[in-house]
C-alpha cells in the first residue's frame, strides 16, 4: 500500500501547478483524499479534501486556497489531483497527499491511514 505524491516544484508568484497522488496496492475511489501542507516552522495544515466515490463527491477547501485550488479525482487513473492556480508565497510548503475515511473533520491528520512521501512547492520571484 503506497501514496506517491508528485508534481511539485519552483514556480512565480501568480502562477500555476499541479500535484498529483498516485496510489498502488489499494484504490483510491474508496477513500476521501486529503491534501495537508507544511511550512517551515509550521504545523501540518489541511488544505483540500475529497470524498470517496461511494460518497457524493463532496470537496472541502482550506480558506486560504478556496477559488484557487481545485481538487479532483481519475478513478481509471487511480490518481487524485490538486490544481493550484494564483499561487502566492505564502503557499510555499511540502504538499502531503493522504487517504482515509475522515468522519469527525476532513482536514484532522488523525482521520488518514496512509499517507505519500510529499512533493515541495516553492513559490518565489
Known amino acids: 500500500v503506497q501514496l506517491q505524491a508528485s508534481g511539485g516544484g519552483l514556480v512565480q508568484p501568480g502562477g500555476s501547478l499541479r500535484l498529483s497522488c498516485a496510489a498502488s496496492?489499494?484504490?483510491?475511489?474508496?477513500?476521501?483524499i486529503g491534501w495537508f501542507r507544511q511550512a517551515p516552522g509550521k504545523e501540518r495544515e489541511g488544505v483540500s479534501c475529497?470524498?470517496?466515490?461511494?460518497?457524493?463527491?463532496?470537496?472541502w477547501y482550506a480558506d486560504s486556497v478556496k477559488g484557487r485550488f481545485t481538487i479532483s479525482r481519475d478513478n481509471a487513473k487511480n490518481t487524485v489531483y490538486l490544481q493550484m492556480n494564483s499561487l502566492k508565497p505564502d503557499d510555499t510548503a511540502v504538499y502531503y497527499c493522504?487517504?482515509?475515511?475522515?468522519?469527525?473533520?476532513?482536514?484532522?491528520?488523525?482521520?488518514?491511514?496512509?499517507w505519500g512521501q510529499g512533493t515541495l512547492v516553492t513559490v518565489s520571484s
Open positions: 475529497i470524498s470517496s466515490s461511494s460518497g457524493d463527491g463532496s470537496t
Open positions: 496496492g489499494f484504490s483510491l475511489d474508496d477513500y476521501g
Open positions: 493522504a487517504a482515509g475515511r475522515p468522519t469527525t473533520g476532513w482536514d484532522r491528520r488523525y482521520e488518514y491511514d496512509y
